[in-house]
């Protein structure tokens, strides 16, 4: 079954088309769900895909993504790039995180079901028609509502040599100073996410966190900006940036169970800490407040690997099981 519906892809210049998800509802039997999927091709050459909004209360890259889609004319580039700038469309719609329909998240439902619920009917159109006919792709996150995040570039390590050379150099491409390269196997929601989705159809694939909190700004959106300009310039389908970027990239590990530090109670969480931040093993990362023993000093958070704090919570109130903060240790430079 195919969803993708306004595109072909042979032909050459810019179309706007959808994903046209069914689902019939109470106040539409035979409705569909629309996702957006804007087509640009000049030619033969490198085949790309741009997405956002797989979460869809990460609105920055979605803007990225928007205003690539208004501003990029056929014959500034060579090749075909597909460009989806919400993929989970009725979460973004919601400004939540997951779809309001299914309560499921998108970047934990690949490779998705053809006859599943709107989110895995979703997750199985990017894989089988879109990713299936790109080279390359970049999907862009945020912190979301609940976490601020560095700008980090994140890559898959495959197990060979060649093909993580090739990832590396893509990831690099963003200009963001820091990386991840996360293991295909054991991390966590890897395999049904958009960067399982990537390997499985033998893409070269990057994703990238930029800043959360619930915000949206023009110099955080910048920057999704310019990171896709270096993807679009390495993967062949545009000219270089007249000043490429030259930041030297940090790899962090976050594989250690420690790098992910969460909370044992619940309350309001005051962070001791920013992003960005090197924090020592045993360095208070916060401190939690009781909400009704008003009276109790605050339980003091703390790091448990030292490195670099990568994401941080931003939304105060924490239950049991939140996770505070992420912090990486750096692998190599
Ligand atoms: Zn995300």
Request: charged fraction near 20%; proline fraction near 6%; glycine fraction near 12%.
């Given at each position: 079954?195919?969803?993708?519906?306004?595109i072909d892809?042979?032909?050459?210049?810019?179309?706007?088309?959808?994903?046209?998800i069914?689902?019939s509802?109470?106040?539409?039997?035979?409705?569909?769900?629309?996702?957006?999927?804007?087509?640009?091709?000049?030619?033969?050459?490198?085949?790309?895909?741009?997405?956002?909004?797989?979460?869809?209360?990460?609105?920055?890259?979605?803007?990225?993504?928007?205003?690539?889609?208004?501003?990029?004319?056929?014959?500034?580039?060579?090749?075909?790039?597909?460009?989806?700038p919400?993929?989970?469309?009725?979460?973004?719609?919601?400004?939540?995180?997951i779809?309001?329909?299914?309560q499921?998240?998108?970047?934990?439902?690949?490779?998705?079901?053809?006859?599943?619920?709107?989110?895995?009917?979703?997750?199985?159109?990017?894989?089988?028609?879109?990713?299936?006919?790109?080279?390359?792709?970049?999907?862009?996150?945020?912190?979301?509502s609940?976490?601020?995040?560095?700008?980090?570039?994140?890559?898959?390590?495959?197990?060979?040599?060649?093909?993580?050379?090739?990832?590396?150099?893509?990831?690099k491409?963003?200009?963001?100073?820091?990386?991840?390269?996360?293991?295909?196997?054991?991390?966590?929601?890897?395999?049904?996410?958009a960067?399982?989705?990537?390997?499985?159809?033998?893409?070269?694939?990057?994703?990238?966190?930029?800043?959360?909190?619930?915000?949206?700004?023009?110099n955080?959106?910048?920057?999704?900006?310019?990171?896709?300009?270096?993807?679009?310039?390495?993967t062949?389908?545009?000219?270089?940036?007249?000043?490429?970027?030259?930041?030297p990239?940090?790899?962090?590990?976050?594989?250690?169970?420690?790098?992910?530090v969460?909370?044992d109670?619940?309350g309001?969480?005051?962070?001791?800490?920013?992003?960005?931040?090197l924090c020592?093993?045993?360095?208070?990362?916060?401190?939690?407040?009781?909400?009704?023993?008003?009276?109790?000093?605050?339980?003091?958070?703390?790091?448990?690997?030292?490195?670099?704090?990568?994401?941080?919570?931003?939304?105060?109130?924490?239950?049991?099981?939140?996770?505070?903060?992420?912090?990486?240790?750096?692998?190599?430079?």
């Amino acid at each position: 079954m195919t969803v993708l519906v306004g595109i072909d892809f042979a032909l050459d210049g810019k179309q706007s088309g959808h994903l046209a998800i069914p689902h019939s509802s109470h106040l539409s039997a035979y409705g569909k769900i629309v996702v957006p999927v804007v087509y640009i091709r000049n030619g033969d050459g490198p085949r790309a895909l741009v997405s956002a909004g797989v979460h869809g209360d990460e609105f920055e890259g979605q803007i990225a993504a928007r205003k690539l889609c208004i501003d990029l004319s056929p014959d500034q580039m060579r090749g075909s790039l597909l460009v989806v700038p919400m993929a989970n469309a009725p979460a973004a719609l919601s400004s939540s995180r997951i779809s309001p329909i299914d309560q499921l998240n998108l970047n934990r439902s690949f490779p998705g079901n053809p006859l599943g619920s709107p989110t895995a009917v979703i997750a199985n159109a990017i894989e089988n028609e879109l990713l299936a006919n790109c080279d390359y792709a970049f999907d862009i996150h945020s912190g979301g509502s609940s976490l601020f995040y560095t700008d980090i570039g994140i890559t898959t390590a495959t197990g060979s040599v060649t093909e993580d050379e090739k990832r590396l150099n893509l990831l690099k491409s963003l200009g963001l100073d820091a990386g991840m390269l996360l293991p295909a196997v054991g991390s966590m929601g890897f395999e049904s996410s958009a960067d399982g989705a990537m390997l499985r159809k033998n893409v070269i694939g990057v994703s990238a966190e930029f800043g959360g909190g619930g915000h949206l700004s023009s110099n955080v959106t910048r920057r999704c900006e310019e990171s896709i300009r270096g993807f679009l310039a390495h993967t062949g389908l545009m000219p270089e940036p007249a000043e490429a970027p030259g930041k030297p990239c940090r790899f962090y590990d976050v594989s250690d169970p420690g790098a992910q530090v969460y909370s044992d109670c619940s309350g309001i969480f005051m962070a001791d800490v920013a992003i960005g931040e090197l924090c020592g093993q045993g360095d208070p990362i916060g401190r939690i407040f009781d909400f009704y023993d008003v009276m109790a000093p605050p339980k003091v958070i703390r790091n448990k690997i030292p490195g670099r704090v990568l994401a941080i919570r931003s939304l105060p109130r924490v239950e049991v099981g939140d996770c505070l903060a992420q912090v990486g240790k750096l692998v190599r430079v």
